[in-house]
């Protein structure tokens, strides 16, 4: 029962995120999956069923690729209405999907080991070499510069600043992707973070060398 619904929402959430070009496609999904489970097993806490449920549908509602925050939240409470998945589960789910997010560092309170658990998970994509890639992926596709040295970094800014306001795929590492390590939740998810953390520095150190023409 349990796994024949996983299935089926695996075969949604491919054909809802398939094909997305910014970073948030099935790949991706899969990923936080997997992570979302080992942290879960090395915890030895939560529960494994919930975890990879709310895994596979957690960009389903997201702002960023739905119309609006309300047609997001429709597309996750219409496919719920096409499965048997008691309402209790379907509550705690939602909960989790809609606290995860970061919105330009704005702390939401985690409800539930099983949030804490995925969003370390969702983190940890967002980091590291995949982190890289799919930080130009999402900035291509927006149409935003790989770097613009006379745009200032945005230390603090609003929800609508973070998400509207000009900005640059090399300013997204130091306005979220070099936060993350010291916000993730489990102690395996901390760990997980060191090597990846270190890979983003060497990149952008490189990479403004380059910049600078200072390997001529
Ligand atoms: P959340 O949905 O948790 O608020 P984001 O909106 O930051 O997270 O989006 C998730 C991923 O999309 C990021 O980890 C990053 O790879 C990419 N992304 C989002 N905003 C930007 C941006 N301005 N520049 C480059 N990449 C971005
Ligand atoms: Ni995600």
């Known amino acids: 029962m349990k796994n024949e619904l996983i299935v089926t929402t695996e075969k949604f959430v ?43 549908l ?12 309300a047609a997001g939240r ?4 219409s496919y719920f209405q096409t499965i048997a998945l008691p309402e ?15 919105k ?10 099983e949030a804490k ?11 590291g070499a995949i982190g890289i890639a799919r930080a130009f992926a999402y900035g291509g596709k927006k149409g935003q510069l790989i770097y613009d040295p006379s745009i200032a970094v945005r230390e603090e800014m609003t929800v609508e600043e973070y998400r509207k ?10 306005e979220k992707l070099l936060k993350l390590k010291d916000l993730m939740n489990t102690n395996t998810a901390k760990k997980l973070a060191v090597s990846r953390q270190q890979m983003m520095a060497e990149f952008l150190e490189q990479f403004y060398q380059e910049w600078d023409g200072q390997d001529l």
């Open 14 to 56: 491919r054909s809802e995120l398939g094909e997305d070009a910014t970073g948030h496609d099935w790949y991706h999904v899969d990923r936080v999956r997997r992570n979302a489970l080992h942290i879960c097993k090395k915890e030895m806490t939560g529960d494994p069923f919930i975890i990879e449920i709310a895994a596979l």
């Open 58 to 69: 957690h960009d389903i509602p997201d702002e960023k690729l739905n119309e609006s925050v």
């Open 74 to 77: 429709a597309k996750l409470s």
């Open 88 to 102: 209790k589960d379907r509550n705690h789910i939602t909960e989790i999907i809609e606290s995860i997010s970061y």
């Open 104 to 113: 330009g560092g704005k702390r939401t309170a985690l409800l539930s080991v």
């Open 117 to 127: 658990i995925v969003q370390d998970a969702d983190r940890l994509d967002a980091i």
């Open 165 to 174: 306001g000009k900005s640059t795929s090399i300013h997204h590492f130091y």
